[in-house]
């Protein structure tokens, strides 16, 4: 929570003395100040830290999120004949069990035949979550009534939403780099990347209720009906 004096941080509401204006601030005011500040409305007076969305509704709307994506993939995948490539590719594979060479040759043929199944899947990833940027919010999110915002309530700018977007889908624009480049290296890279972000997810878990991506773009997740509108900022003014 940021006081709109001093623009100092603060963990929770109990250092404001009004929604806006810490106590600090609000002491050094002159008796004017103080009425004037009283005397506004204050329909959004409540801790920042509680009134971000917690770890059940953000993993459920992640969870959404992840069976839209794997419907569509799968739809996709079954339209052009992967899974049946994969079942050959599986019946040969067992068949030359103890020649290595031709395994490893039968894996690449599967690969390059089927890479546009894969680009695929990674751009659907990228175009899907893209939403975050234009709306603050995915398929799974605007279900449940949660909004990606500023740290402190208020609507995030365009600049930090890409911020977030880029963290959060950073393993997958890694992977795409490596399907055009095919160097292990950079798959390895695309796996590390995703365990981090897994575990940053948990992050959710602590008082601050924010992921990792959320805490490098300075967002969070509220409730939509949480969230200072520029109506409710006018009103403080």
């Not at 999120?65 to 996709?76: P, T, Y």
């Not at 939403?131 to 009534?145: D, H, Q, R």
């Not at 700018?157 to 795409?176: D, E, H, M, P, Q």
Request: include cysteine.
């Amino acid at each position: 929570m940021k006081c709109e004096k001093c623009g100092n941080e603060y963990p929770s509401q109990y250092y404001f003395e009004t929604p806006t204006v810490c106590k600090e601030c609000f002491k050094n005011m002159s008796d004017e100040e103080k009425q004037f500040h009283l005397a506004q409305p204050a329909p959004y007076f409540v801790d920042e830290l509680a009134s971000r969305t917690g770890f059940g509704k953000r993993f459920a709307a992640a969870l959404i999120d992840f069976l839209i994506v794997i419907i569509i993939i799968l739809l996709v995948y079954n339209a052009t004949g992967f899974f049946e490539s994969a079942t050959i590719l599986g019946e040969q594979v067992q068949e030359s069990a103890t020649d290595v060479a031709a395994i490893e040759e039968l894996t690449n043929s599967f690969m390059a035949d089927n890479m546009s199944n894969f680009y695929f899947s990674y751009i659907l990833i990228l175009v899907f979550f893209s939403l975050e940027i234009l709306i603050g919010a995915t398929v799974g999110k605007l279900i449940l009534g949660i909004q990606i915002a500023d740290s402190n309530r208020r609507k995030a700018s365009t600049t930090k939403l890409l911020t977030r977007y880029l963290i959060k889908n950073s393993a997958s624009f890694i992977s795409v780099i490596w399907l055009l480049t095919n160097i292990s290296l950079i798959n390895t890279l695309s796996t590390i990347v995703s365990i981090a972000l897994i575990i940053g997810f948990f992050f959710v878990l602590s008082q601050k209720r924010q992921a990792f991506h959320d805490m490098l773009a300075d967002t969070a997740v509220f409730n939509r009906h949480d969230i200072i509108t520029e109506e409710a900022n006018q009103n403080f003014n």
